[in-house]
């Protein structure tokens, strides 16, 4: 799943389907239904500081949430979630600000 098809051979080659599917804008109800059936969901989408506080807060974080509301939301088992998660560890001086700032 992803933004973009540019890795669909990559995927392809995994024995999986890739799937085109906004994790800004489409649906928790979207991804439920992608999710239904599945045995693991891999969770390694970031902003890659583009776009600023606001978009690395919609995608690193309510994008987070919105994947784990979907799982919650997936009828009988759910699938496991490995969230994968790093700062620019090339260099931990340059961790942006609102990346330290509490949501809750």
Known sequence: MGMTL???DEIKELSAE???LSLEDSPVADFSALFEGQ??????A???GKGGEERTKKVDY??????FDAIEAVHGAKPRLILVSA???????????????EYF
């Open 6 to 8: 540019d890795y669909q």
């Open 18 to 20: 890739p799937v085109l």
């Open 39 to 44: 045995d693991v969901v891999y969770f390694s």
């Open 46 to 48: 970031g902003a890659g």
């Open 62 to 67: 309510e994008g987070a949430l919105k994947v």
């Open 87 to 101: 700062i620019d560890v090339r260099d931990p001086d340059k961790i942006p600000a609102h990346y330290v700032r």
